[in-house]
């Protein structure tokens, strides 16, 4: 049961401490019960029994409250009445909830809490059952982040993943996916149709915007990408600008490789960085530029053409020779 909250174990644990030495459980009223045992009361209200699904009577399968399998048992009691358990029941299984009609035949009180919220008792059998526990978890997430100031702007387009920390003023747009450790600032933009994975740190300010996908990937404060990029290893300083199209060739076939790109630079659409380079700080890459691997490309330079190399301005814009 993915969606049970800290809470209710919270609650369960002081209701076993209040039966005086006996026992309690967790339980719920769903609108499916769905192969749940069902919880059968006294008529003063007091639990009685669990029965399993596939042992109740017509009348006790009518019942509506169901056993959730979240115990809170005096050890004791558990290893006292373990060996006693048999599998005389249709399913020929050794039943832990016996254990609650035995300790009622002992006059022990047993608690039963019924959770306020049954989306808590959602099981996980199927991926049926699984994409159900998906969409509760996912929206126990964005509401948090949106309580702290965060912009989700569509959420039922939105994915983010726990473990993702976001500031105050972001922007989150419609059809983007945040994987878990991801870190965002304050008054950053992300989308539409961004995906952000592991590794990924947004300074203040900076922006991700449609279709463009990073990992491993450093953004100083206002730099920017804000098209059909993917910027994966690198180290982008402030006020960097990431043009339509850019491609950081990371991977040889073999390893991963990281570039940097200094404060100021800007990287023309389409361009190929091909790992590992560094782009310094002011430095202008022209559209379509493949940037060779291991190059160095020094401050305020221009470098266009492939593979790219300086701007000759003295041959009226022609590259310069090879490096």
Avoid at 177 to 197: D, Q, W
Avoid at 233 to 260: C, M, P, Q
Avoid at 270 to 291: F, I
């Amino acid at each position: 049961m993915p969606l049970l909250s800290r809470e209710s174990l919270s609650r369960l644990v002081e209701a076993h401490a209040g039966t005086g030495g006996g026992a309690a459980m967790l339980t719920a009223e769903p609108a499916d019960p769905r192969g749940f045992g069902r919880i059968v009361r006294r008529s003063d209200g007091a639990v009685l029994r669990i029965v399993e699904q596939k042992d109740a009577t017509p009348q006790e399968l009518a019942l509506s409250e169901v056993n959730l399998g979240v115990y809170a048992f005096t050890g004791r009691d558990l290893v006292r009445h373990l060996p006693g358990l048999t599998n005389d029941n249709a399913q020929k299984e050794y039943y832990l909830t016996d254990v609650v009609g035995r300790l009622v035949a002992e006059q022990k009180r047993v608690a039963a809490l019924v959770l306020a919220d049954e989306r808590e008792a959602i099981g996980v059998n199927t991926l049926v059952h699984l994409a159900e526990a998906r969409s509760v978890l996912q929206h126990r997430v964005l509401e948090e982040h949106m309580l702290r100031g965060v912009w989700i702007e569509d959420p039922a387009t939105t994915y983010i993943d726990w473990g993702v920390e976001i500031g105050a003023r972001t922007h989150v747009q419609p059809c983007s996916v945040i994987r878990s450790g991801v870190k965002i600032g304050e008054g950053c933009e992300v989308g539409p149709f961004a995906h952000l994975r592991s590794g990924t740190v947004l300074a203040d300010g900076a922006a991700v915007g449609n279709f463009v996908e990073t990992k491993n990937a450093r953004f100083g404060p206002r730099a920017k990408a804000k098209h059909l990029a993917y910027v994966g290893d690198a180290e982008l300083g402030e006020k960097v600008n990431i043009g339509a199209g850019t491609v950081f060739a990371n991977y040889d076939g073999k390893l991963k490789h990281r570039s940097i790109v200094e404060a100021g630079a800007f990287v023309g659409s389409g361009t190929v960085l091909v790992a590992p380079v560094k782009v310094g700080r002011g430095a202008t890459t022209g559209a379509g530029a493949v940037v060779k691997r291991g190059s160095d490309i020094p401050a305020g330079e221009t470098w266009i053409g492939v593979p790219a190399r300086k701007l000759d301005k003295s041959s009226g814009g022609a590259p310069g020779a090879a490096p």
